[in-house]
């Protein structure tokens, strides 16, 4: 179902009823019903009684709340790995993802820069060491990823975003939690103001 509705073929506004959905995915309403509570929960359906289930479009509102969130969490997580002086093992997954998201640009791939930049912050907060912080981070990780799909061939292309990556890298590598901090807020800040951008000129909020 997360699918569907990332890829469009759940569109934002629809309503579908359980008896639908659980067809068109060839299983009982049981598992349907189910993941339908969990989606509802990370705010990207609303589950409605008797009525089955109604995609909720992209918020503009939400999306500025769930970025400020997570440039403030995912900054401290930069600054947290600064401070535990990583070895180059430790790092070596997020050095892989930058390295993915360099090659799938090269290619013009975009959905796996997407994925490979879901990979690096998601490594990113993981290397903080702060449990709650990856629950948080997680929960709020789909809506930024529905918004960031719809977008993706709207925004230019992302070099620039590349290279902050490899800047907080360097950072957590030379343990230097202030800058590690900053260039992430920054980097994060940025990438804000493009996907709020794209979405208030092609009015995506209204779908």
Known sequence: MRNLIFSGALPAGSDHLESEL???LGMSRTP????????????????????GV??????????IEIYDVLTELES???A??????????DLMVLETTINDMEAALAAGNREAWAAADDAFHTELVRLGGNSRVMTIAGLMGDQVRRAKAVTLYMRP????SNKDHRSVVDAIRA??????????YAHRTAAKEVLINLLRQNRMHML
Request: glycine share 4%.
């Open 157 to 160: 292309l992302p070099t620039q």
């Open 54 to 63: 109604r995609i909720l479009p992209i918020s503009i509102d939400d999306m």
């Open 80 to 89: 947290k790995a600064a401070a535990k002086q990583y070895q180059a093992d």
């Open 22 to 24: 659980a067809a068109r």
């Open 175 to 184: 343990g230097d939690a202030k800058r590690a901090h900053d260039v992430h």
């Open 76 to 78: 401290m997580s930069a």
């Open 32 to 51: 349907v019903r189910e993941a339908a509570l969990l989606l509802e929960g990370q705010g990207l359906l609303q589950v409605r009684a008797r009525k």
